[in-house]
């Protein structure tokens, strides 16, 4: 079933933060968040798995609360470089080991 | 680590002829997955691979699509007749496994895509 991603676009200017939530009705067992530039492929930046673990990658991060079927992607700082639609990817209890179900996207515009 | 390789990169038909995909996975993934993406929209799956069977085909148009995976390593996806509904990006992703002994996952790589017209 198809994850739901809020906000769907976002405008900020460089050095502020935003949050993406990802947002599902069945129970998961990983979240998976991508970033794709227009035109390209999306790229992986990072899996949370079920126990609600927390992860970073520079200065983006996520949490999963598996209780509420919910993640969120944190963005400090935000620079340029970040603009570009996000996916969350989520991984159901029911199928695990199948591929993921994707959200709409939200798309994030940093602005100088 | 050479990433997933695709091609071509472009391709523009009329409707009702016939185009094919081919996709070449990271060295050793053993899962390989094709989604169609359409404008504006998540990446929506096809089918999956586990070496060169089928785990997940549930959303593939058979009655148009088709894909198979030689050896468990290059793919290709094929669409015959074409129609205007499948103007789309065609992406081919690998994965490998992530992950300790409490938890396992999948972490997806995806390939640059194949960008398919139909007029």
């Known amino acids: 079933q198809q994850p739901v991603q809020s906000p769907q676009a976002v405008i900020l200017r460089e050095g502020e933060d935003a949050v993406i939530n990802c947002s599902s009705s069945?129970?998961?067992?990983?979240v998976h968040w991508y970033r794709q530039k227009h035109g390209e492929a999306p790229v992986f930046l990072m899996i949370?798995?079920?126990?609600?673990e927390q992860k970073g990658h520079d200065k983006i991060s996520a949490s999963f609360n598996e209780k509420k079927q919910q993640s969120s992607l944190y963005l400090t700082a935000s620079q340029l470089s970040y603009s570009g639609t996000y996916f969350c990817?989520?991984?159901?209890?029911?199928?695990?080991?199948?591929?993921?179900?994707f959200g709409k996207g939200t798309s994030l515009l940093v602005t100088p | 680590e050479a990433g997933v390789a695709q091609s071509p990169r472009y391709k523009i038909i009329e409707k009702r002829q016939s185009v094919a995909f081919w996709c070449n996975p990271i060295?050793?993934?053993?899962?390989l997955y094709w989604y169609q993406q359409i404008l504006g929209q998540g990446p929506k799956l096809l089918i999956q691979?586990?070496?060169?069977?089928?785990?997940?085909d549930s959303q593939l148009p058979k009655d148009r699509f088709s894909a198979e995976r030689l050896k468990g390593v290059d793919s290709t996806l094929k669409i015959q007749p074409a129609k205007l509904e499948d103007s789309a990006v065609y992406l081919c992703?690998?994965?490998?496994?992530?992950?300790?002994?409490?938890?396992?996952?999948?972490?997806?790589?995806f390939g640059p895509g194949t960008r398919l017209t139909v007029t």
């Open positions: 992703a690998s994965s490998r496994r992530t992950g300790g002994a409490r938890a396992i996952s999948y972490e997806q790589y």
């Open positions: 069945k129970a998961l067992y990983s």
């Open positions: 949370l798995l079920k126990g609600g």
């Open positions: 990817g989520t991984e159901e209890v029911a199928n695990s080991g199948y591929a993921l179900n």
């Open positions: 060295s050793g993934h053993a899962t």
């Open positions: 691979f586990q070496n060169n069977g089928v785990v997940d």
